[in-house]
C-alpha cells in the first residue's frame, strides 16, 4: 500500500520524454498526463538566479553554448529549450525557479525539486533555492521536497530553510543509509533502481523509510518495486502511469 502522503508517480523532469525537460512545457504536459507530482533540477545562473536545467553546460538542451554558471539569467532565458525536442517546442524558455513554483501553485502539484550545483556552487544553490522556495511556497501547502546527490547543497539549503523536507539521492544506496540520514536530517531515500539490491529495498522499506526510485521506464518493474513498498518512482513514460 502506498503510505507516503506524496503520489506515487512523479514526471521526470517535469514532463518526462513528452516535452523538452525542465521546461514548464515539461510541467504542463506532465499535469496533463494526470500526473499530481514532478521532479525537475535547479542550478544557478551566473548572477544567482536559480534556473531549471539538468547538465551543467547548455549543449544538450538549449541552443547555447558554454557553462550555465557562466551566463546570466537575462541572457540564459533567451534561449531555446525546445526545439531539441522537436518543432512543436521551439521558442520554450529555460524557466525560473519562481515561475515554476508559480505553474506548481496554479496546476496544483506536488514537486520534488533536485538542486543541482555546478561544481564550486554548492552552498549558494541549496540556499538561494531553499529560500526562494521558503518565501514564495504558501504555509497551507505542503512543500516540495527537496533532494540532491550533493550533500553539501541540501545542508545549506536545512539551515535556511528547516521546515523543507530533504531527501538523500544516491545512485546506489550505501550501507550506512541511516546514519546519513540522521547526519543530513532527510526524511526520505531515492535511488537508481537499477543499482537497488532487494535487500537493501527491503531494509529501507521495514524501516518506513520512503523510498523513491528513478527512473523506472518500465511496467513490470514499476509493478514489482511498488509491491515491495517503493513509494515514489520517477518516470520518464507517462504512459505508465496507472
Ligand atoms: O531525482 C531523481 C533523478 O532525476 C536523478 O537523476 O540525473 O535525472 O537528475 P537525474
Ligand atoms: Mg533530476
Not at 502522503?5 to 506532465?30: D, M, Q, S, V, Y
Not at 543509509?177 to 536530517?185: E, G, K, N, V, Y
Request: hydrophobic share 45%.
Amino acid at each position: 500500500m502506498n503510505t507516503w502522503p506524496r503520489p506515487l508517480w512523479i514526471a521526470h523532469r517535469g514532463g518526462g520524454a513528452a516535452a523538452p525537460e525542465n521546461t514548464l512545457a515539461a510541467i504542463r504536459t506532465g499535469a496533463a498526463a494526470g500526473f499530481r507530482m514532478v521532479e525537475f533540477d535547479v542550478m544557478l545562473s551566473r548572477d544567482g538566479v536559480p534556473l531549471l536545467i539538468h547538465d551543467e553546460t547548455l549543449e544538450r538542451t538549449t541552443d547555447g553554448a558554454g557553462l550555465v554558471c557562466e551566463h546570466d539569467s537575462a541572457a540564459l532565458q533567451r534561449l531555446d529549450a525546445g526545439s531539441w525536442h522537436g518543432p512543436a517546442f521551439a521558442g520554450e524558455r529555460l524557466p525560473a525557479l519562481e515561475q515554476a513554483l508559480d505553474l506548481l501553485l496554479a496546476l496544483d502539484l506536488d514537486a520534488n525539486i533536485e538542486i543541482k550545483p555546478a561544481r564550486g556552487f554548492e552552498q549558494a544553490t541549496g540556499e538561494t533555492a531553499a529560500r526562494l522556495i521558503a518565501a514564495r511556497w504558501p504555509a497551507e501547502r505542503r512543500p516540495p521536497l527537496l533532494s540532491s546527490f550533493d550533500f553539501p547543497a541540501l545542508d545549506a539549503a536545512r539551515r535556511v530553510a528547516p521546515q523543507l523536507p530533504r531527501g538523500l539521492l544516491f545512485e546506489e544506496v550505501p550501507e550506512d543509509w541511516r546514519a546519513q540520514m540522521q547526519a543530513h536530517d532527510a526524511i526520505s531515500l531515492h535511488c537508481d533502481h537499477s543499482r537497488l539490491s532487494a535487500d537493501r529495498l527491503r531494509d529501507i522499506v521495514a524501516a518506513g523509510v520512503p523510498l523513491l526510485c528513478y527512473t523506472v521506464n518500465d511496467a513490470a518493474r514499476a509493478e514489482a518495486l511498488i509491491a515491495a513498498g517503493v513509494r515514489g518512482l520517477f518516470t520518464d513514460r507517462l504512459d505508465l502511469l496507472t
